[in-house]
């Protein structure tokens, strides 16, 4: 995972790697995003040494568009603690998600990328008093859509299935985040063990907690069920 922050705006990306190797290639493409939005040219960069950043290829391209690439010294990340809290914020937050979900590991990246959409709307910059969110687009955010992550929902069938006149209309699911490309929910169905993207899906946010059965890291996507509540009398 790359984690990218504006040092004004304090917007943050994520980008997901499959491999170091990718970092440069990523960041070319994530580049033209916001040099758009914002109608400026990149300044300066600042990482720390790892080898992802410091390259040939880095060392081109800030030749080429006269960028700085400054390097925090090596086992000194406070120097570069714009984006090391930020890690930490960011862990932090899918660490917690994860476990009062209980939703397996699989799903840190989901989590973590609703946590970075999160922390964009909800997050106060300091001194300015204002969302990065409204920092960079210039309105405040819509938070009216939030959801808990891991909550159960329920996706509508929408013509996927040919359905028959008593068959079920939607399929129980878990709610793992928003697309990125469209105003959609992204939902993990229980039935067909995917991950879906759909408008159409009602919540249950009265008990957000579900249990996968695993005995070990092998474990079976399709076998999350609801997390069942004991009473205090049943616990004896």
Known sequence: MLVVVDEYFRFTWTLFLASKDETFQKFLVFLKRPKKRVGHSLIYLRSDLGKEFENSSFINFCNEHGV????????????NGVVERKNRTLEDMT????????????????????????????????????????????????????????????????????????????????FLGYSSHS????????????VEESVHVPFDETNSLVEIDAQDDDFELGLAKKDLLLTHEECK
């Open 183 to 194: 105003k959609t929910y992204k939902v993990f169905n229980k039935r067909t063990l995917c």
């Open 68 to 79: 700085n690439h400054n390097f925090s010294a090596p086992r000194t990340p406070q120097q």
């Open 95 to 174: 660490r917690t998600m994860l476990i009062a979900s209980g939703l397996p590991r699989n799903f840190w990246a989901e989590a973590l990328n609703l946590s970075c959409y999160t922390v964009n709307r909800c997050i106060i910059r300091p001194i300015l008093n204002k969302t990065p969110y409204k920092l960079l687009k210039g309105r405040k955010p819509n938070i009216m859509h939030l959801r808990v992550f891991g909550c159960e929902c329920y996706v509508h069938n929408d013509g996927k299935d040919a359905l028959g006149k008593f068959d079920p209309r939607s399929d129980e699911a878990i």
